[in-house]
């Protein structure tokens, strides 16, 4: 390894790094050097071969003049560079002052002049503040070296002594580093440890006593499959610079990261290498930041998992083993049922801990050699590699439905998941992973289609259908733009009066090619694509001008509830949508009836209340649907202005048969009451219900006892008949139905 030049751009801790290493080398060079002319060659050896400076020059006063004692030329030199033959040549002849940058240090001891150090560096930079004053250290140390050898009477003896404590002032700099600093021997089989610092035992651990005589070796321990060791052990066989970034262990077992810079020390002839010297530099704090910041860059924040990046190496890595072995890989997309439902009706806080104990049983329903990624939301990916056939990926399907069954406890509720999950095989489905994971991904959507909780193999058939999804999407711009929609109305009804007090609107379309489509077919498509917003102000909007129609022929004035989806309910301007649809209409707000679920109010409370108090300002009724099926809450109903409560039809379906639902339903009703709001039950299908819900004091129903939803025509002729409870008694469901 080729020395760092001085004049590079490197960091503070690199070039302290190197000026520590010159150090030592200059330490080892004036120790084992025999005359002036040795000693003066060994330091400016040092200076070009281990500082990397372009030239080192040492002349010596004789007589009043200088005279060239060594000079060496550093491997950067400027090519044609020449050696000075005396020390006038240095300012004499152009070629010396070529170079971009020198420094001359005065040699002196005991107050007297000794001669010149002269450092050239061929790069254009300036000599550092630290760097100048280790230069004007090593000086002292030469000057003092060579005072040392002139010491031969017993008047210079004090000077002697003064140098002997300079010099051990020069150890004491090398004690101090706050980097580990190991010499070891050339010479001696097994390179033996000779000194080491008091750095080198705080970070090891380890005592000089306990590592005096051992190769330094012993820090890696077993950890022997490490490619920088490759590095060290050349550079040892080669008698250079090396430098790796190793493993290493302290006494006590702890790791940590070692930045070694190893260096020859060569001998009194410059040709053989007796000892290195070896920089330990504890770097692990810098190691496990970069650590943190890729492990950032590969998985999920939240669960930990890998994310898309990581997943998609993984599955190159399956699918690349997977063709070695003519095995298959199987690339399973899991996607959690109706989580959009938990996450309003809970909070991000709580839905975001249902999603890491999700995280945790996939990773426990799987092997070690299979990955677990997630893509974002609530949508998982498992990658199960070395197969045999589809029976265990199967196998694996069915560990995780049984391992999302088993009860969550979020936020003292108890929860439970039930997911969709798609399936793809390579290479029976794809070749690459972007393929597999989107074949699985249809496979997954035919599952939600098809009742979700469950798991289906990707078909090829599988991705015309997700074709024929993009095509209904297109579709539904259209019929938005071309009116293919149209609102259908369902009586409600009063128990106690037996008459029409009002209707549910419930939107169908009416494709001109394939019919009627009713709303659980394109409902959670207009959802998903966004265009819940413009087709739920189109609701609106039909519904207003249906109301002026029946006014405008003489219809009583009854109150038309419209459903509002939760993105809907979610948008900013909301109430001011309503007023202004009201306005164009000319119809009061009194004769709206909004309706809300639960889960809608609870997701954001600051946002609903504001909301809710601007239709109500309107004169618009607000009802809770579906109540009793969410997370049912007393706080809620007293805090906002709910008028209505609306008993779902899974309670009043088995009413009649099962105790429990029929316990419920009448809890409702009384709570409801006693906070004075109306109770509407809906799904009404026998008159065994009706007479239950009568019993218990409901107020208002709907249901197909009574009527189904009818285009505006017919509920118009509804109220023109006068169709009563009495009647559909006689008859349930009449002609109409």
Not at 115 to 138: C, K, N, T, V
Not at 229 to 258: T, V
Not at 676 to 686: I, K, R, S
Request: with cysteine.
């Amino acid at each position: 390894m080729s020395p760092q030049h001085p004049n590079e751009d490197v960091s503070g801790e690199d070039q302290l790094r190197r000026l520590l290493a010159l150090l030592a080398h200059c330490h080892a060079a004036a120790g084992a050097a025999g005359n002036e002319a040795d000693l003066a060659a060994r330091i400016c050896d040092s200076l070009t071969g281990c500082g990397g400076y372009s030239l080192a020059c040492v002349g010596l006063l004789e007589n009043g003049s200088h005279r060239l004692v060594a000079a060496r030329l550093g491997a950067d030199a400027a090519a044609g560079a020449m050696l000075p033959s005396d020390w006038q040549d240095l300012d004499r002849f152009p070629q010396f002052s070529a170079f971009a940058g020198s420094l001359s240090l005065p040699l002196e001891a005991g107050g007297k002049a000794l001669g010149w150090l002269r450092i050239y560096a061929a790069a254009r930079a300036l000599f550092s503040p630290e760097e100048h004053q280790l230069l004007r250290d090593i000086a002292t140390l030469l000057a003092l070296a060579l005072a040392v050898r002139r010491c031969t009477s017993e008047a210079e003896a004090a000077a002697r002594q003064d140098a002997g404590e300079a010099l051990r002032l020069r150890d004491r700099a090398v004690e101090s580093s706050s980097n580990g600093i190991m010499i070891t021997s050339a010479t001696q089989l097994d390179h033996p440890i000779t000194y080491v610092n008091p750095a080198f035992e705080r970070i090891t651990g380890y005592s000089a006593a306990e590592v005096q005589g051992r190769n330094g070796r012993f820090l890696v321990r077993d950890d022997l499959q490490q490619k920088g060791l490759n590095e060290i052990r050349a550079a040892l066989r080669d008698r250079r610079e090396g430098h790796a970034i190793l493993r290493n262990y302290r006494k006590d077992g702890s790791l940590f990261w070692n930045e070694l810079h190893l260096a020859p020390v060569l001998d009194e002839s410059g040709q053989s290498t007796t000892h290195f010297v070896s920089v330990i530099n504890d770097v692990s704090d810098r190691i496990h930041y970069q650590e943190q910041l890729e492990y950032q860059a590969t998985h999920d924040v939240l669960t930990g998992l890998a994310n898309r990046s990581l997943l998609a190496d993984r599955i190159s890595q399956a699918i690349a083993l997977a063709r070695r072995d003519r095995r298959l890989v199987g690339v399973m997309l899991l996607d959690l049922d109706r989580f959009k439902v938990i996450n309003d009706g809970l909070g991000h806080a709580p839905a975001d801990k249902l999603l890491k104990t999700v995280a945790e049983r996939l990773q426990a329903a799987v092997r070690d050699t299979d990955t677990v990624a997630r893509l974002g939301g609530d949508e998982f990916v498992i990658v199960v590699g070395d197969i045999l056939d589809a029976d265990d990926v199967a196998v694996v399907a069915g560990k995780i439905q049984r391992a999302l069954a088993q009860p969550l406890f979020v936020e003292g509720k108890e929860l439970f998941v039930t997911a969709s999950i798609g399936v793809s095989l390579f290479p029976r489905d794809g070749e690459t992973g972007d393929i597999l994971l989107r074949n699985a991904d249809v496979a997954m959507y035919r599952v939600k289609e098809y009742g979700r909780n469950n798991y289906r193999f990707y078909l090829p058939e599988m991705s015309s259908m997700a074709l024929d999804r993009l095509d209904m999407e297109g579709n539904l711009r259209r019929a938005l733009e071309t009116d293919e929609f149209q609102v259908y109305y369902q009586p409600k009804v009063s128990l106690q009066q037996g008459t029409i007090v009002g209707a549910e609107a419930l939107l169908r379309w009416m494709h001109p090619r394939i019919g009627q489509i009713n709303p659980n077919e394109f409902i959670p498509l207009a959802e998903e694509s966004g265009l819940i917003i413009p087709l739920g102000e189109k609701v609106i909007e039909l519904v207003c001008r249906q109301i002026r129609a029946w006014r405008e022929e003489g219809l009583p004035p009854l109150k038309v509830a419209i459903n509002i989806s939760a993105r809907q309910f979610r948008q900013e301007n909301l109430g001011e949508t309503v007023r202004r649809l009201l306005e164009e209409y000319q119809v009061p707000g009194e004769m709206l009836d909004i309706e809300l679920t639960e889960s809608m109010v609870m997701h954001d409370t600051d946002h609903a209340a504001l909301t809710l108090r601007e239709l109500k300002d309107l004169g618009v009724t607000l009802s809770l649907d579906d109540f009793g099926t969410g997370y049912s809450s007393l706080s809620y109903l007293k805090r906002f202005p709910i008028d209505c409560l609306k008993i779902d039809r899974s309670f009043v379906r088995d009413i009649n048969s099962n105790a429990d639902d029929a316990a419920i339903a009448s809890a409702v009703i009384a709570m409801a009451h006693s906070l004075g709001l109306n109770v509407v039950a809906e799904g009404v299908e026998t008159a065994e219900q009706l007479a239950l819900l009568r019993q218990h004091g409901c107020d208002e129903f709907q249901g197909y006892f009574f009527s189904r939803a009818v285009p505006a025509g017919d509920y118009a002729l509804l109220l023109r008949q006068g169709k009563t409870l009495a009647d559909a008694e006689a008859a349930p469901d009449g002609d109409l139905a």
